[in-house]
């Protein structure tokens, strides 16, 4: 089984690159609301910030590291939070696009898709007869023919340059349960040491679904692969975010919630902020007997390098 916790560390996804402005005002666009969010959500209990960057004009998911570096800094200054910077940007990046903020930023996390895979987020356009910007609906209706790419190439490339170079961890984000079988593949190359962060993803359209039966399937696969080596996160895109999180953690795992993933905080109702997810899924866990981990006690359960020892 998954490496044991004492404590629920609470991931934090800020503001992604699958949701438009258009969808809900609360979304995080510019970098002083990024940093606003951030800083907020780490108050509300979140241990550790999943981050990308938006173009401020319009909205639109950006590589571009002069922006990442006008959030982060600041961020770091005013939380002990974990900064853990993409490296799966937003549609249609390629993966030097991707790569270009981490190399200079050299955070103590970063994302790692495990796996190239089908992503259709096109759905979501037939929600919405007016948008904030002309990018948005053919940003989302492209995605229909749109692969995102991780190779076995890319992802060997992404842990030497930032793993081997800077001493950059990853999590490791699994859409299906080949993503699982591929991070075996690196484990037993020894490209990966433990202990190593899971990220289960489910209810992505080209990942596996949303359903009770996959969230055991994924962690009893994930266990008979890692054994104690690594350390079990979910993350349900959606509706099913609260309650698979709530399943998790009860199961021993550990959380993710924000913006990135679901912009609603109950039926019907859109979220006001990342702090108002936060907040809830702390409020569920503690309710239910479970303590929070801070982001000192996941440095120590992931290996941290510190984050006085990152590029910003």
Same mark, same amino acid.
């Given at each position: 089984?998954?490496?044991?916790?004492?404590?629920?560390?609470?991931?934090?996804?800020?503001?992604?690159?699958?949701?438009?402005?258009?969808?809900?005002?609360?979304?995080?666009?510019?970098?002083?609301?990024?940093?606003?969010?951030?800083?907020?959500?780490?108050?509300?209990?979140?241990?550790?910030?999943?981050?990308?960057?938006?173009?401020?004009?319009?909205?639109?998911?950006?590589?571009?590291?002069?922006?990442?570096?006008?959030?982060?800094?600041?961020?770091?200054?005013?939380?002990?939070?974990?900064?853990?910077?993409?490296?799966?940007?937003?549609?249609?990046?390629?993966?030097?696009?991707?790569?270009?903020?981490?190399?200079?930023?050299?955070?103590?996390?970063?994302?790692?898709?495990?796996?190239?895979?089908?992503?259709?987020?096109?759905?979501?356009?037939?929600?919405?007869?007016?948008?904030?910007?002309?990018?948005?609906?053919?940003?989302?209706?492209?995605?229909?023919?749109?692969?995102?790419?991780?190779?076995?190439?890319?992802?060997?490339?992404?842990?030497?340059?930032?793993?081997?170079?800077?001493?950059?961890?990853?999590?490791?984000?699994?859409?299906?349960?080949?993503?699982?079988? #591929? +991070?075996?593949?690196?484990?037993? &190359?020894?490209?990966?040491?433990?202990?190593?962060? @899971?990220?289960? /993803?489910?209810? *992505? =359209?080209?990942?596996?679904?949303?359903?009770?039966?996959?969230?055991?399937?994924?962690?009893?696969?994930?266990?008979?692969?890692?054994?104690?080596?690594?350390?079990?996160?979910?993350?349900?895109?959606?509706?099913?975010?609260?309650?698979?999180?709530?399943?998790?953690?009860?199961?021993?795992?550990?959380?993710?919630?924000?913006?990135?993933? #679901? +912009?609603?905080?109950?039926?019907? &109702?859109?979220?006001?902020?990342?702090?108002?997810? @936060?907040?809830? /899924?702390?409020? *569920? =866990?503690?309710?239910?007997?479970?303590?929070?981990?801070?982001?000192?006690?996941?440095?120590?359960?992931?290996?941290?390098?510190?984050?006085?020892?990152?590029?910003?």
């Amino acid at each position: 089984m998954a490496k044991p916790s004492a404590k629920v560390i609470i991931t934090c996804a800020i503001t992604g690159g699958i949701h438009t402005p258009t969808m809900s005002d609360a979304l995080p666009i510019t970098p002083d609301q990024i940093v606003e969010q951030s800083v907020a959500a780490a108050q509300a209990g979140a241990a550790i910030l999943h981050l990308h960057a938006r173009d401020p004009a319009t909205g639109k998911p950006t590589p571009d590291p002069a922006i990442f570096m006008q959030f982060l800094p600041r961020i770091r200054q005013q939380t002990d939070a974990v900064l853990n910077v993409t490296t799966g940007g937003g549609l249609n990046m390629t993966v030097e696009d991707r790569l270009a903020a981490p190399l200079i930023a050299k955070p103590e996390m970063c994302s790692l898709n495990m796996g190239s895979m089908n992503f259709g987020i096109f759905q979501l356009a037939d929600r919405y007869q007016s948008w904030k910007h002309d990018w948005e609906q053919p940003y989302l209706r492209g995605t229909d023919d749109f692969i995102f790419r991780n190779t076995f190439r890319d992802i060997e490339r992404i842990l030497g340059l930032l793993g081997d170079t800077h001493g950059t961890r990853f999590e490791h984000e699994c859409y299906d349960v080949g993503h699982l079988y #591929n +991070l075996a593949h690196f484990v037993d &190359r020894k490209l990966i040491r433990p202990p190593f962060f @899971v990220q289960t /993803i489910f209810g *992505i =359209l080209g990942g596996i679904g949303a359903d009770w039966d996959n969230l055991h399937f994924m962690r009893r696969t994930a266990d008979r692969l890692f054994g104690t080596d690594y350390v079990w996160s979910v993350l349900a895109a959606g509706r099913l975010q609260l309650p698979f999180a709530t399943q998790a953690a009860m199961m021993g795992g550990n959380v993710r919630v924000g913006l990135e993933d #679901n +912009l609603y905080i109950g039926k019907g &109702r859109l979220a006001t902020s990342n702090a108002e997810q @936060v907040a809830k /899924i702390r409020t *569920i =866990l503690e309710e239910l007997g479970h303590e929070i981990a801070t982001p000192a006690e996941a440095r120590a359960l992931l290996d941290l390098k510190g984050g006085d020892r990152v590029g910003f």
